[in-house]
């Protein structure tokens, strides 16, 4: 594995070294306190065009136990493709950094990053993929099952970066996928297409309404319905997603054992009630602490050799 960029172009076995190697590394900082010093001496550029909560504090502090440095690189700073060619970014970046991370608007700036740099390229979040926050979520639903194989996972609502990073994940890992979305918002079909090009195992079961797409489901996801960039759309969209909230009246159609997540941040009263949130059925907490752990396992492996 020379870089992550999504899961559809990252083998399964890769996928599950990566995944065991953060299982082992979680566990091995749950017992002892600490984790080998395996990125010591060793540099990850941190690039942000988007701001982040979960993304800066988990890969800055993933580093610092594994013994290296995240070096944090604003838009304003860096100036991505606008202020300098992505190509010369990537090049000047590789020539003194270990690694490379990028959480950007544009997906093609991540390809362009991985073609240009000597060093291992992260996708922290594009338009198009978010392949962390997908490998953090199966972690969890990993840990709370027991196991990932022949499990039914029903998303709800945008079909966005984070569904589809969903979706070819449960393929990849034999999962089934559901999903429900308003209509103009479904997961485009040209990139279904693409994507069952590269995987004929890839999936997506489309369902009518979020009750059908739960009726089945061990795992219920969703996702805010307007992200960053999208603001001017608001009030358009939360019309346009009435009937789509992950609420009580939902979840009462899903199976008991039926758990439920959300990348954050969540926003109350719109895709998500309170009282859902805040359930016992609610592992959203334990997944927010998972990028942590996946993305460990991810810097281990790329910088680390593990």
């Known amino acids: 594995m020379n870089h992550f ?22 566990a091995h900082l749950k017992s002892t306190g600490r984790n080998d010093p395996i990125l010591a001496g060793k540099t990850l550029a941190m690039i942000f065009e988007k701001p982040s909560l979960r ?16 070096l944090l690189l604003s838009r304003d700073e860096v100036g991505l493709g606008t202020r300098e060619p992505v190509k010369d970014v990537a090049r000047v970046i590789a020539s003194m950094a270990d690694g490379i991370m990028a959480r950007v608007f544009q997906h093609q700036k991540l390809i362009d ?17 978010h392949p962390c926050q997908a490998l953090a979520d199966l972690l969890t ?3 709370h099952f027991g196991k990932l194989q022949g ?10 970066n984070v569904a589809r990073s969903l979706a070819v994940a449960c393929s990849k890992f034999g999962m089934k996928f559901n999903i429900a979305t308003p209509k103009g918002y479904e ?18 079961d489309v369902r009518p309404t979020p009750t059908d797409a739960v009726r089945d489901a061990d795992i219920v996801v969703t996702d805010t319905w307007v992200s ?15 009937g789509y909230a992950l609420d009580e009246s939902l979840m ?7 758990i439920v997540l959300h990348c954050l941040p969540a926003y109350r009263g719109y895709e998500i009630s309170e009282a859902i949130f805040e359930s016992d059925r609610s592992k959203v907490f334990q997944e927010a602490e998972n990028r942590l752990h996946a993305q460990k396992g991810i810097l281990a492996v790329l910088m680390g050799g593990a």
């Open 5 to 26: 960029i999504s899961i559809a172009d990252t083998p399964l076995a890769e996928l599950e070294h990566v995944m065991s190697v953060a299982k082992w590394l979680k």
């Open 55 to 70: 993304t800066r504090v988990s890969f800055a502090i993933g580093m610092t136990q594994l013994g290296g440095t995240g």
């Open 113 to 129: 990053l991985a073609k240009y740099s000597k060093v291992p390229v992260i996708n922290a979040l594009s338009d198009y993929s």
């Open 141 to 143: 639903i990993d840990e």
């Open 151 to 160: 499990l039914t996972l029903a998303y709800i609502g945008d079909g966005n």
């Open 187 to 204: 997961l485009p079909g040209d990139d279904l297409k693409k994507i069952h090009a590269k995987m004929p195992e890839f999936a997506v």
């Open 228 to 242: 960053m960039g999208q603001e001017e759309e608001k009030a358009k969209r939360v019309a346009e997603f009435k």
């Open 252 to 258: 009462n159609s899903a199976p008991k054992q039926a």
